[in-house]
């Protein structure tokens, strides 16, 4: 009886186990890319305007202010590098991210952070372009390397990248655009960057579900986001199988899919929306009973 009791334990436990493992993804993709002080010492995916360029004629020269961040912990090192008031817009200095990523079966968007340990001798007025290949970009500039503009040893988000279809190593580019600084004011700090995985829980639910009358094949969503980067509202059933979508959504809070096969009286539908290439999640969607004419309201957040 023992025995019997512990395997039908262990069997509950596997269950409930492989049903989290089903239902959550095991990992997010975080990848740190950055550099030290010398013009090798810096972990792959980083590149810079370094190599034949002295730090007043748009290279970088060492510097010992390394960030302190935690999780993640910075790239490895004692030291960072600056660029010390010397550019050509457009050529000079810059700074190159092509990491690695593993988004598995995830979403292919990504936020993009940067840390640096000090503001000593920043420039006050720098202003980079960003450029980026395999992926697009929510940030055309930043101002990042400015002094005041960094999360002294803790991580600051720069700009939130979408892979494009196929791209595991996409290029996010710092390219000088103005603002050299003056007197002893001319620093752009470099250390290190952090690329982080997004997931359905960063982008919000949408409100509810009108009611659906049997033999429905159009459903219409309101809560929905009104942002520019909204890309998609889907139809999901119970068994989160795909009933349909819009993939051209109005931005106006309410979208309707339509083209769905004939909804059964009792059918339970889900709706969910796709934000700048992450969708939100099933588990906490908002829900409504076809030939029920009340509508279940999801918990609202993230991504809007």
Same mark, same amino acid.
């Given at each position: 009886?023992?025995?019997?009791?512990?395997?039908?334990?262990?069997?509950?436990?596997?269950?409930?186990?492989?049903?989290?493992?089903?239902?959550?993804?095991?990992?997010?993709?975080?990848?740190?890319?950055?550099?030290?002080?010398?013009?090798?010492?810096?972990?792959?995916?980083?590149?810079?305007?370094?190599?034949?360029?002295?730090?007043?004629?748009?290279?970088?020269?060492?510097?010992?202010?390394?960030?302190?961040?935690?999780?993640?912990?910075?790239?490895?090192?004692?030291?960072?590098?600056?660029?010390?008031?010397?550019?050509?817009?457009?050529?000079?200095?810059?700074?190159?991210?092509?990491?690695?990523?593993?988004?598995?079966?995830?979403?292919?968007?990504?936020?993009?952070?940067?840390?640096?340990?000090?503001? /000593?001798?920043?420039?006050?007025? =720098? #202003?980079?372009?960003? !450029?980026? +290949?395999?992926?697009?970009?929510? $940030? *055309?500039?930043?101002?990042?390397?400015?002094?005041?503009?960094?999360?002294?040893?803790?991580?600051?988000?720069?700009?939130?990248?979408?892979?494009?279809?196929?791209?595991?190593?996409?290029?996010?580019?710092?390219?000088f655009s103005s603002g050299l600084g003056t007197g002893t004011t001319v620093r752009n700090y470099s250390d290190s960057f952090y690329f982080s995985q997004l997931s359905c829980s960063n982008?919000?639910?949408?409100?509810?579900?009108?009611?659906?009358?049997?033999?429905?094949?159009?459903?219409?969503?309101?809560?929905?986001?009104?942002? /520019?980067?909204?890309?998609?509202? =889907? #139809?999901?059933?119970? !068994?989160? +199988?795909?009933?349909?979508?819009? $993939? *051209?959504?109005?931005?106006?809070?309410?979208?309707?899919?339509s083209g769905l096969s004939p909804l059964a009286a009792g059918t339970v539908i889900k709706a969910v929306q796709t934000i700048f290439g992450v969708e939100s999640c099933l588990d906490t969607?908002?829900?409504?009973?076809?030939?029920?004419?009340?509508?279940?309201?999801?918990?609202?957040?993230?991504?809007?």
């Amino acid at each position: 009886m023992k025995n019997t009791a512990i395997k039908s334990s262990l069997s509950a436990l596997s269950l409930v186990v492989l049903f989290v493992f089903a239902a959550c993804p095991l990992y997010a993709d975080q990848v740190v890319v950055g550099t030290g002080g010398t013009s090798s010492d810096h972990s792959p995916g980083y590149s810079d305007s370094f190599a034949g360029n002295t730090s007043t004629t748009g290279g970088f020269t060492a510097a010992t202010a390394k960030s302190t961040a935690t999780n993640p912990s910075p790239y490895a090192g004692t030291q960072c590098r600056y660029n010390g008031g010397g550019g050509s817009v457009d050529v000079k200095p810059w700074i190159r991210l092509n990491p690695t990523l593993v988004p598995g079966s995830g979403a292919t968007t990504y936020r993009v952070f940067g840390t640096r340990g000090s503001d /000593a001798s920043a420039v006050t007025d =720098s #202003i980079f372009k960003i !450029n980026y +290949t395999g992926c697009t970009g929510t $940030a *055309a500039t930043t101002t990042f390397f400015r002094s005041g503009q960094a999360t002294l040893n803790g991580w600051k988000l720069i700009t939130t990248i979408k892979l494009d279809a196929g791209v595991t190593t996409p290029t996010v580019e710092f390219m000088f655009s103005s603002g050299l600084g003056t007197g002893t004011t001319v620093r752009n700090y470099s250390d290190s960057f952090y690329f982080s995985q997004l997931s359905c829980s960063n982008t919000a639910n949408v409100g509810a579900i009108s009611s659906v009358p049997v033999n429905s094949t159009s459903v219409t969503v309101t809560g929905c986001s009104t942002s /520019a980067t909204l890309e998609k509202v =889907s #139809i999901y059933d119970n !068994n989160n +199988t795909l009933l349909g979508e819009n $993939a *051209a959504p109005v931005k106006t809070g309410t979208v309707t899919v339509s083209g769905l096969s004939p909804l059964a009286a009792g059918t339970v539908i889900k709706a969910v929306q796709t934000i700048f290439g992450v969708e939100s999640c099933l588990d906490t969607a908002a829900t409504v009973t076809v030939a029920d004419s009340s509508a279940a309201v999801a918990n609202v957040g993230g991504i809007t």
